[in-house]
């Protein structure tokens, strides 16, 4: 095994894959994850050279030139990734007009289909938060079963899971953004996705997924799984509640307790 497969990041992100996947979030090659690598990992990256293909592509955001990116590959199962690390994975360096393969993709492999969301959301959080690292998309369970049954207002949602469980409005006082169900894998999507997280970190691909951006693999996914508990109990109880649940005065005394400003024009009096 080489230095760069035993580094912290390689093991993170692949023993991420394996955690989504048991979750029942992930099925056959459902999902996507990249990760910018700084600058420690990227010397263990050169310190065992380079595989130097170059991919051409075109509209790449300018602030992303340079950097190196960690990323699954098509196709790839979830479940399978951490046996087979170099042909699931792989880093590529973001040049002005495509990339370059500097490690991994072995068997001809490429990154996922939904690179143009990823390079995209990465650019726009980016600009947001310079601490920003990572994005995660997977096809949790319940949260997309919600897109069946609430309303696809972004407010009404994000109030919906706000009012299931305390930590929610404090894990995410941002909120999230939905989009309505599009073709997945082309610069459409990602275009739309990269707009929603210039105001958030979550975004809802509604009766498809989930994908959260954070400044770490721990955080992205600590997202996702508040959400997703959140959105089960939505599940488990819409039809069938007595009670209403935490309410605005509540969420707001939360925040100010927390010290956080939540989304404008969701809870009264906010």
């Not at 394996?18 to 999902?31: A, H, R, V």
């Not at 500097?102 to 959301?121: A, C, Q």
């Not at 930590?167 to 739309?192: H, K, T």
């Not at 209403?244 to 005065?249: H, K, P, V």
Request: hydrophobic residues 40%; charged residues 25%; proline residues 2%.
């Amino acid at each position: 095994m080489t230095l760069f497969e035993e580094s912290k990041a390689v093991k993170e992100l692949s023993d991420l894959t394996y955690t989504m996947w048991n979750l029942g979030w992930d099925e056959k090659n459902g999902g996507n994850i990249s990760y910018i690598l700084d600058e420690t990992e990227v010397q263990e990256l050169h310190e065992e050279g380079q595989n130097d293909l170059y991919v051409e592509l075109q509209n790449i955001p300018q602030n992303l030139i340079g950097k190196y990116i960690l990323i699954t590959a098509s196709g790839s199962y979830f479940r399978l990734v951490r046996e087979n690390l170099t042909t699931t994975l792989g880093v590529i360096k973001i040049e002005s007009q495509g990339y370059r393969v500097v490690w991994g993709f072995e068997k001809d492999n490429r990154p996922t289909s939904e690179i143009y969301m990823h390079l995209l959301s990465h650019s726009s959080r980016l600009k947001k938060d310079n601490t920003h690292r990572v994005v995660v998309h997977n096809h949790a369970t319940e949260i997309s079963e919600m897109t069946f049954v609430h309303e696809l207002d972004e407010n009404k949602l994000t109030r919906s899971l706000w009012g299931m469980i305390t930590e929610c409005i404090v894990v995410f006082p941002d909120g999230i953004g939905i989009l309505p169900w599009m073709v997945c894998g082309n610069e459409e999507i990602g275009l739309a996705t990269a707009k929603k997280l210039e105001d958030c970190r979550i975004v809802l691909w509604a009766h498809h997924g989930i994908l959260a951006t954070g400044n770490s693999l721990s955080d992205a996914f600590g997202l996702i799984e508040t959400v997703n508990k959140a959105a089960k109990i939505y599940m488990d109880t819409f039809d069938r509640r007595i009670t209403d649940g935490i309410t605005d005065s509540e969420l707001l005394d939360l925040c100010a307790y927390f010290e956080i400003v939540p989304k404008k024009g969701i809870l009264e009096s906010s």
